[in-house]
């Protein structure tokens, strides 16, 4: 079934693939320099840096797909007035494609930093490039012909783990089922018939890898040592993190961002938000985050993901010294300010044996690869707010049952009525108030099996044969990092500001110069709209805080 990506990347490929013009070329020229490539040179090479965006002049380059496994498709092949990038390119990220050229080839090379500078000074063009670049992306995705194979079985709880972080942080894989595929039965085998291998475009082969492991295989990793000093350091991605990203870095701030997950946060998972101003028939929430990720990159703001901030360190914060965020790798960023949007998790409601089934049929989020396993299933799904809602309203389109445990009467309190309206609407979603989990039924190896619930009116129990079970529970905040840096957070631990911190900002916390927006900040609103309204108010008292504030040595 195509899917809205596809039918995009299908009815804009005149977009996708622009010619440039003669004027157009002279304006990209003023940003990079003229090179000259023989015939079967490679430009460059998929898992390697990319050197930048070409502007082909003359000649021809072919552009092809390598996955991990070595096998070759061909994409396309630009001539003179066409370009070879994609959205990674803004970023210096490593390619997703091999280029070679087809016979001598004059093109401009305009590497990352200028890219950035053309876009944002020459608005037209710029509009035209960035949207060909996350089309190219949106097209390597949709293909599955570049970035890394994992091998093994596709519903396994690995497979189904490395699978959401890559499509979480945009990045093309496919998966080869070994049973169906002889080379990878083969590869399998050569490493001690091990459960999932993962195959990196550099020719790396990964056991069984954690995320972070394979973000660095396919070097999505920032691993430089940061000595410089940041006018703001952005610790989390989702929407108020990006918000401050997008609005500190177009006003001239340097300004890097940290998440130990992808960007997007919770929001990211969320299939359809409708309810955000300017998208009148709605917008994933991947995709939302997605283009304000490139937003952030095209305005300069620096990328760290996956990067986990450890520790705060605020003893320079009232002698004008600064402030260091500690990585867990070990690193320090040295930052003249730090906006805490390291958001909240769903809690795990105290069920017996509940950890076993996570990633094996317990999960927090509900995105395809999951709607895609519980296909013409019953599941059950806990929780009362909108990102429940949302998940769902998405699952019944999928699934046989959905049914909704809530403890309440009601979903009234804490849901939009718009998702209301679609829940009672839905055929095959069924509300069970005052209901609560209690068991949960079969092995670790095997997965999820069943669940019983109790209504807290009949103290009746019910079994139920759901292998799929998604947790929207409440929150906690992700505010441990704080801990030490004496950062005021309330008696459920989210982030205290304003007059709360006794602080001179609204979103400042009790220590000068640290600023906290979105979920972690006590008393947000928890919506999207609310979130990317304090990322972006946040900078104007940001701005005030450094200019009462000398530079930091």
């Known amino acids: 079934m195509a899917t809205p990506e596809t039918v995009e990347v299908q009815t804009r490929r005149h977009q996708m693939f622009p010619v440039l013009n003669a004027a157009d070329a002279a304006r990209v020229r003023r940003f990079g320099t003229v090179r000259h490539y023989a015939r079967g040179s490679c430009l460059f090479r998929a898992g390697e840096p990319g050197p930048g965006l070409y502007l082909v002049l003359a000649g021809a380059v072919a552009v092809t797909q390598r996955d991990g496994l070595g096998r070759v498709t061909p994409v396309a092949v630009q001539g003179p007035g066409q370009f070879l990038a994609e959205v990674g390119t803004l970023s210096g990220q490593p390619a997703l494609v ?110 069984n890898p954690s995320e972070e492991a394979l973000a660095r295989c396919i070097g999505m990793v920032d691993t430089a040592e940061h000595t410089e000093l940041f006018d703001v350091v952005v610790v989390g991605a989702g929407p108020a993190g990006l918000a401050t990203a997008v609005y500190a870095a177009s006003e001239g701030l340097r300004v890097v961002v940290l998440d130990c997950r992808s960007y997007g946060g919770q929001a990211g998972a969320s299939a359809r938000i409708e309810n955000y101003l300017g998208f009148p028939t709605g917008i994933s929430g991947g995709a939302l985050a997605g283009r304000a990720y490139v937003q952030a990159q095209k305005f300069g703001a620096e990328m760290m993901i996956p990067a986990k901030a450890a520790s705060l360190d605020c003893s320079g914060a009232h002698t004008g010294a600064g402030l260091r965020v500690g990585l867990a790798d070990g690193r320090q960023l040295r930052a003249r300010t730090v906006v805490v949007a390291s958001g909240a998790r769903y809690r795990r409601p105290r069920v017996p044996r509940l950890a076993e089934f996570e990633g094996r049929g317990v999960w927090y989020w509900a995105s395809a690869i999951e709607a895609r396993i519980c296909a013409q299933q019953e599941v059950a799904l806990v929780g009362g707010g909108n990102s429940a809602g949302q998940a769902a309203v998405f699952l019944a389109q999928h699934a046989a049952l959905v049914n909704i445990l809530v403890r309440g009467p009601s979903l009234a309190a804490s849901m939009s009525r718009y998702l209301i309206d679609r829940i009672e609407a839905a055929p095959n979603i069924v509300l069970r108030p005052h209901t609560e989990l209690v068991h949960l039924h079969g092995e670790p190896d095997t997965g999820l099996e069943g669940a019983t619930w109790r209504d807290a009116r009949t103290g009746g129990e019910h079994d139920c044969p759901a292998r799929n079970l998604f947790l929207f529970v409440g929150a906690e905040p992700e505010a441990d990092w704080l801990q030490g840096c004496g950062v005021a957070v309330d008696h459920h631990g989210f982030v205290q500001t304003g007059d709360a911190a006794m602080a001179k900002g609204a979103l400042e916390t009790s220590v000068p110069g640290v600023f906290a927006v979105g979920d972690v900040r006590s008393g947000s609103v928890k919506r999207v709209g609310g979130a990317i309204g304090e990322g972006a108010a946040a900078v104007a008292q940001i701005h005030a805080h450094l200019a009462q504030v000398p530079t930091a040595a």
Not at 119 to 126: K, P, Q, S, T
Not at 154 to 183: I, K, M, W
């Open 98 to 207: 091999d280029g070679h050229a087809d016979e001598d080839v004059e093109a401009i090379l305009v590497p990352p930093d200028q890219l950035r500078a053309l876009i944002v000074a020459e608005a037209d063009l710029g509009e035209r490039l960035v949207r060909a670049l996350i089309l190219r992306r949106v097209a390597l995705i949709d293909a599955g012909a570049s970035g890394p194979v994992l091998l093994g079985p596709p519903e396994s709880a690995d497979v189904v783990r490395l699978q959401n972080f890559l499509r979480r942080n945009g990045q093309p894989y496919h998966v080869v089922d070994a049973s169906t595929d002889a080379d990878a039965a083969t590869l399998l085998q050569q490493y001690g018939e091990a459960g999932l291998l993962v195959a990196c475009p550099n020719g790396a082969v990964l056991v």
